[in-house]
């Protein structure tokens, strides 16, 4: 084993792939030679694997998202590097109309393409840089979903992601991505498969499903609670789609409680749809209302101190399941 940060995790995950693979290449803007990633994940791909295989693009995410649809589609596995989710936007067609090649074509075509993008608030980046659109994209149908929020996860999900034949957007939290934080991960290769999710800390009375960052803030509530007695359970889901359905309801049938901790305003959240889910197929199992703890409905605020108002955090994690108590 080795210890490694969230953002040594990608750069290996991609330099592996890539080595293993000569029909994966990265397209994206500001990730050759004098870049690296905006973050540093990208850091030293370049040098190794030259600019037929990390492209340098314009500033165009309409001009990234197409080449690398178009490059999927004739056998190439391509990385469509768009930074930041608030942008998706920009290439709305190919997102929400040509990612639905394969069943265009009646499954005739593969699109194995994997979309890379920063999301989440917490470094006063403002609203047009800090968006988490879990919710958004969860309804684009056949866009599997990655939200890793440790290191190990990432290196494992990222590789699964490359492989896929269908098309995968996988995102990462810019907190997570700057923290000099570390896990632990074995020295040999390994991968995790899309769809598995994994129970950071079992509990017995209250379920909480947290998504990327939020994961560490469940967990630091959890130990908060745990000296007052209260034993909480934090399920990870790592992707939202494929969402592990079945490892959510499993838990909410041995707590009868569930919490869904999500950094996105409530309204048309990922929390939404995972607590319809659980109400229409574990709605019995229930002893308490199930709590969404979101963000509030509004833009991100670029001032430090809203911001911090405006994402979710331990305390409110805590309300939320005293209430359910």
Known sequence: MKEITYQKAINEAIDEEMKRDPSIFIIGEDIGKHWGGSLGELAGLFDKYGAERVRETPISETAILGGAIGAAATGMRPIAYLYFDDFLGVCGDELINQLQMKYMYGG???????????????????????????????????????????????????????????????????????????????????????????IKRGGSEVTVVAIALMVHRALAAADKLQEKGISIEVIDPRTLVPLDKQAIIDSVKKTGRLVIMDEEPKTGSAAGEIAAIVAEEAFDFLDAPIKRVCAPDTPIPFSPVLEKFWMPDEEDLIKAINEIM
């Not at 979309?115 to 403002?126: D, E, R």
């Not at 440790?150 to 494992?156: I, P, V």
């Not at 492989?163 to 810019?174: S, T």
């Not at 934080?181 to 598995?196: A, D, F, M, R």
Request: glycine content about 6%; hydrophobic content about 40%.
């Open 108 to 198: 005739k075509t593969k699109l194995p393409l994997t979309i890379t993008a920063y999301i989440g608030a917490g470094l006063s980046a403002a609203h047009q840089h800090s968006k988490c659109l879990f919710g958004w994209l969860m309804n684009i149908s056949g866009l599997k979903i990655v939200a890793p929020a440790t290191a190990y996860d990432a290196k494992g999900l990222l590789k699964s992601a490359i492989r896929e034949d269908n098309p995968v957007i996988f995102l990462e939290h810019k907190v997570l991505l700057l923290s000099r934080s570390t896990s632990q991960i074995p020295n040999e290769e390994y991968t995790i498969p899309l769809g598995k999710a994994d």
